[in-house]
Each structure stands twice: as structure tokens, then as C-alpha cells.
């Protein structure tokens, strides 16, 4: 990694559909200014998976910097309808990409996104073991000094009844594949935690252009700059018709 720092922009619940205007008429504008190496999107870029919805959502995603990364949420799989039981992807693969766990390289990176909703539940998650060997075969085979990346709809440190089916498996993956950067929603709710000593950096991003917020919090997303020695991630909050930074949190680089 050279001296300059890898920078990402991290959007998550788009909820087009359940939108607030001011935010999705002035968010691309905010993301291209700060420049990011690559633009995450992790997940439920829609509220009912409708046809106009993802109509919508693609239309904000061409007007974000690339290159650019989605996965899906549990809200980009038609609810109740024949769809989910025959065709739960064939809007998304449409409309957002054909490949249901993507990878991108960048200069100093290399990014991997898992499909965590499979149409046999309802809100909660799953990765299955192919996707954990995918994680340790792609992020685990970077070159050194590469930022590993990976992103997923749902956040990986929930425990208890919302938890994520083989949880164990994937975190089991994300040491075995020195991950730096693990990127969630699904909350709505920013947040930022390293839950052990030299390991990644888990970031959840609030819902960036819905009006399904959640407390005191209203739209939001996230910048992620790595540096050498640390990783900065500023909230960006919309106050107005315009974004402002709000919280700032700084924490060790993995590894570091």
C-alpha cells in the first residue's frame, strides 16, 4: 500500500421506493466529491423489489463513482409472490448486476460482496460455505499489502435471534483471509467496531437515502479512509438539502 490513503464510500439501505428526495437528488454529488477508490452499495437498494424500484435504484447507482459493488438485502427479493419462489433474483441480476457475489480490484484493493439473502428467509441471513471458501480464495489471494475488502447486507457481529447463519464459518474465513474491511447494513444504524485485538474493521452503514431512519439519526453514509497506520470512517449525516460530516471514528489499521 503506498503512502496515500485507499479510500471508500459506503452507502447501504437505499429503500428506493421509501425515499427521501432531497437525499438521492444530492448524495452522488457528495460520494464523486470525495473521490473513493470504490462505491459500496450493501444492499436493499429497493423497498419491494418492484420493477419501477430497481428502475429507480439504477438509476442512482450510474450517477455514483465507480467502480462500483452491490450485494443484496432481504428487500431486494419480492416479498409474497410466485417470484421469490421461482425467479427471487431475475429484478436485481436485471437491473443491478448479473453476479450475486461480485469482486472488484482497485489500485491497493481488492473487494468481494456476498448474497446474503436466500429466498428461503425472510429478513435474517446466511452465508453458506461456498461463500466462506469464496471469501478465503479471493480476499485470501490479494497481493500483500492489498486492502482486503469484504461487504454483505447483513452484519456479521449480531448475535442472538437476528444473527447470521454460519456466522462461525464466515468469521472462521475472515481471519484465515486477513481481512481489513467488513462492510454491513441492514440496521439502519452507523456503526463501527474492531472486535479483537489487530483484526478488521466493521463498518455498518445507516440508510443512506430512505426515510425508514432509525433514532436520532436521519440519512447517512460512510467514508472509510485507510491509512498507513489507521482506518478513519466519517458519518456523513443529511442536514437540509445538504450532506455534513458527524461523527468521526479513528481506529488502528488491522493488523497494525
Known amino acids: 500500500m503506498s503512502g496515500r490513503p485507499v479510500v471508500v464510500a459506503h452507502l447501504s439501505d437505499l429503500h428506493l421506493g421509501a425515499h427521501d428526495r432531497a437525499a ?80 472488484r480490484t482497485a489500485p491497493g484493493l481488492a473487494a468481494l460482496g456476498l448474497q446474503s439473502m436466500p429466498r428461503w428467509r425472510w429478513k435474517n441471513g446466511r452465508v453458506s460455505a461456498r461463500q466462506a471458501a469464496l471469501v478465503s480464495r479471493v480476499l485470501g489471494g490479494a497481493p500483500a499489502g492489498d486492502l482486503r475488502l469484504l461487504a454483505l447486507h447483513h452484519p456479521p457481529l449480531v448475535t442472538g435471534p437476528d444473527r447470521l447463519i454460519g456466522r462461525a464459518r464466515l468469521l472462521d474465513a475472515i481471519r484465515a483471509a486477513r481481512v481489513d474491511l467488513v462492510l454491513a447494513g441492514h440496521t439502519h444504524v452507523p456503526d463501527v467496531r474492531v472486535p ?43 442536514v437540509g438539502d445538504g450532506w455534513v460530516t458527524g461523527r468521526v471514528v479513528t481506529v488502528p489499521r488491522p493488523g497494525r
Do not use: K, Q
Open 24 to 103: 438521492v437528488e444530492s448524495i452522488a454529488d457528495d460520494v464523486t466529491r470525495a473521490g473513493p477508490a470504490l462505491t459500496v452499495v450493501t444492499g436493499d437498494s429497493t423497498m419491494r423489489a418492484r420493477t419501477g424500484e430497481f428502475r429507480r435504484a439504477r438509476h442512482l447507482l450510474d450517477r455514483l463513482p465507480g467502480p462500483l459493488l452491490t450485494v443484496t438485502g432481504n428487500h431486494d427479493v419480492p416479498l409474497v409472490s410466485w417470484r421469490r419462489v421461482l425467479r427471487p433474483y431475475h429484478r436485481y441480476r436485471t437491473w443491478m448486476g448479473t453476479d450475486l457475489d461480485p469482486d
Open 196 to 238: 479483537w485485538p489487530g483484526g478488521p474493521v466493521f463498518v455498518v452503514a445507516g440508510t443512506s437515502v430512505s426515510r425508514r431512519t432509525r433514532h436520532e439519526i436521519g440519512c447517512s453514509w460512510s467514508l472509510i479512509s485507510v491509512h498507513e497506520e489507521e482506518v478513519v470512517v466519517r458519518e456523513r449525516y443529511l
